[in-house]
């Protein structure tokens, strides 16, 4: 059975998409912990991060490092912060959090909610400067 995260990289479940290419889809977090949040996975399903392959993860890593310079030119912070959790969906993921200080990473702080418009809004961004990243 398909995780939640690879119905949302195959288009059966909606998300707000900031990047994409061959192997993976970065889209914004529904309940992020600040503006900009966005989840970087595999296409290819795989649960535990560390089971993907020395290349998959390479690859992985520098995608999510040009959907960082995205997120960082379209929401001006000190750092992109990158959290490796893996237990709330069983797909391997990447979050990334500009930060204003390391409090912005705490996972235990309130979640912020965002209107379907302001999600698309903040997608939008991220997205152009990451074409304009990859240009």
């Known amino acids: 059975m398909?995780?939640?995260?690879?119905?949302?990289?195959?288009?059966?479940?909606?998300?707000?998409?900031?990047a994409e290419?061959?192997?993976?889809?970065?889209?914004?977090?529904?309940?992020?912990?600040?503006k900009g949040h966005t989840l970087v996975i595999p296409k290819r399903e795989v649960d535990y991060i560390f089971d993907l392959?020395?290349?998959?993860?390479?690859a992985m890593q520098v995608f999510a490092k040009h959907v960082a310079i995205a997120i960082k030119k379209a929401f001006p912070c000190i750092k992109v912060g990158q959290a490796i959790l893996g237990l709330e969906v069983p797909h391997a993921h990447i979050h990334l959090i500009p930060m204003?200080?390391?409090?912005?990473?705490?996972?235990?702080?309130?979640?912020?909610?965002?209107?379907?418009?302001e999600f698309q809004a903040i997608a939008k961004a991220i997205r152009e400067n990451y074409e304009n990243e990859k240009a």
């Open 2 to 18: 398909a995780t939640i995260f690879s119905k949302i990289a195959a288009g059966e479940i909606p998300s707000y998409k900031c």
């Open 21 to 34: 290419n061959e192997h993976f889809y970065a889209f914004l977090d529904i309940n992020p912990l600040v």
């Open 53 to 58: 392959t020395d290349e998959e993860i390479g």
């Open 100 to 117: 204003q200080s390391e409090k912005d990473m705490n996972f235990n702080n309130p979640k912020l909610t965002f209107t379907d418009e």
